[in-house]
């Protein structure tokens, strides 16, 4: 008896996951993955992906359990970029939830972290179609125009997105730690307060009260040359980006080939040295503004950073930049 109100129960359960990859009902990405045994992948709910025949389909609770049956993630729907995003917490309670110690391990080694995923596929189309509604920026650089490269970027106006302006104030105590850290490397007292309310009302002050949060959209042959994002004296010298399109090929589901973001590092009296950043859909990476310290065998020296975009190659490339201080 017992044995079949269970099976009936599972019956019905996987009735109604099923119905939800059918709508591909992104409410309930996170809930449960299913795979597919003819490719040996798994999806979330709402991966874009043709049907697949139900005979051929399991349904399991998470990633780990249809890793664990052998299955791998799906290129195109990034099941195991959900994780993270579909955290009940919200933006806060993702951030919270990051490993700093090996963040800030990273930034003291070589002037950037790696957060790792942190918005999901919705949330990244989401910001990526705000580019359109003009209503939420306060201006438009088309980059070709001032030498900056080739492609365009929106600040955006205040009040920022919800998930912008969430990002903004959670990762901000976490970079002003590292800031104040980078300065006690440098024989300097700590400036940056701990929240970032009280971090823009200083920035007011002096002048810089334009918001810089910005999204950033490349097309075919489009590039960002090498720069730093400073908007007048008062810097705080860490910045996060995130990339809200795929890379890849079309044909394996990418939105775009080449355009790597590129950080270079200069040390007094030696030439720079470039790194290129893995980063896929939905991850971010915090790095140095303008410049670090490093720990040499007599003290610590200061290095100067610049970071740009290599040039697209096909396809849609957008990304958001978080820079923390304000602009004049
Ligand atoms: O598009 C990118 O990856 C880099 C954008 C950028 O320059 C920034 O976020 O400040
Ligand atoms: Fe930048």
């Not at 992104?26 to 709402?46: E, L, N, Q």
């Not at 303008?290 to 975009?309: I, S």
């Amino acid at each position: 008896m017992a044995d079949t109100a269970i099976l009936e129960v599972d019956s019905s359960l996987d009735e109604a996951r099923w119905a939800a990859v059918l709508r591909r009902d992104p409410a309930m990405d996170g809930r449960f993955v299913y795979a597919v045994k003819t490719t040996g992948i798994y999806c979330r709910p709402s991966c874009p992906s043709g049907p697949a025949k139900r005979g051929n389909v399991r349904f399991f609770a998470d990633n780990a359990a249809a890793e664990a049956a052998g299955f791998r993630t799906c290129k195109r729907c990034r099941p195991d970029a959900v994780v993270v995003a579909t955290a009940k917490d919200g933006i806060a309670g993702r951030i919270a939830a990051l490993d700093w110690p090996r963040i800030d391990a990273e930034l003291d080694e070589g002037g950037i972290g790696l957060l790792g995923p942190l918005l999901s596929p919705t949330e990244c189309s989401d910001l990526r179609s705000f580019y359109e509604e003009d209503h939420r920026f306060r201006s438009r650089v088309v980059m070709q125009r001032h030498g900056f490269g080739s492609g365009e970027y929106k600040y955006f106006a205040y009040p920022l997105p919800d998930l912008i302006g969430d990002l903004r104030a959670a990762v901000y105590p976490e970079a002003a730690r590292t800031a104040n850290r980078w300065r006690a490397m440098l024989g300097q007292d700590p400036f940056f307060p701990d929240s970032h309310r009280a971090y823009l009302k200083h920035c007011h002050a002096a002048g810089q009260r334009r918001p810089t949060p910005l999204l950033l959209r490349y097309g075919p042959g489009d590039y960002n040359c090498l720069h730093q994002d400073l908007y007048g004296p008062e810097v705080l010298p860490l910045q996060m980006v995130i990339l809200l399109s795929e890379p890849g090929p079309r044909e394996k589901g990418g939105d775009f080939t080449g355009g790597e973001f590129v950080l270079t590092e200069q040390r007094p009296r030696m030439q720079s040295r470039a790194e290129v950043v893995p980063l896929r859909q939905g991850e971010a990476a915090i790095f140095a503004v303008n410049e670090r310290p490093r720990q040499g065998t007599r003290g610590a020296y200061r290095v100067k950073l610049r970071h740009g975009v290599s040039r697209i190659r096909s396809g849609q490339r957008f990304t958001a930049g978080i820079i923390f201080h304000d602009a004049q």
